[in-house]
């Protein structure tokens, strides 16, 4: 099997509303169960920072459906490598979101503290999204 881990960042739009959040995640943990994929969601006021992994071809399934999605733009990739093992592996999708403890996270990632994830590196954003899971529980 080879798996592999997809990281993107992408800007949400006008067409997202507060109620997508329950309806995105219902489908993807639906989806990501059936495909063999797991990972992570961060929605951001303005972004969305997702972590994916699965067997290549999966992946890259999903990532093609994502991107058609109106509810975002501006899709970027910032991580794209193979991997020995998962690190969302009892996760078929979990939500990450705001939460007091974002900031010194952001602090400790972007020397300016402003939270700026099209100018973080793949290596960045495996670093915060592994952070904001091991300190939040996945809802």
Do not use: C
Not at 108 to 125: K, V
């Amino acid at each position: 099997m080879d798996l592999v881990r997809l990281i993107y960042v992408s800007r949400r739009t006008d067409k997202f509303k507060q109620g997508d959040v329950k309806l995105i995640l219902d489908s993807a943990r639906r989806n990501n169960a059936a495909s063999g994929i797991s990972g992570a969601l961060y929605i951001h006021p303005n972004y969305f920072i997702q972590w994916l992994e699965g067997e290549k071809f999966q992946i890259e399934s999903t990532y093609n459906r994502i991107l058609v999605d109106p509810r975002h733009r501006d899709n970027k990739i910032i991580d794209y490598t193979p991997v020995k093992k998962r690190e969302f592996f009892s996760w078929s999708m979990g939500f990450l979101g705001e939460i007091p403890e974002t900031s010194p996270i952001i602090r400790q990632i972007f020397e300016n503290s402003t939270f700026e994830p099209y100018n973080m590196s793949g290596e960045d954003g495996v670093e915060f999204l592994l952070a904001l899971r091991d300190l939040a529980p996945m809802t």
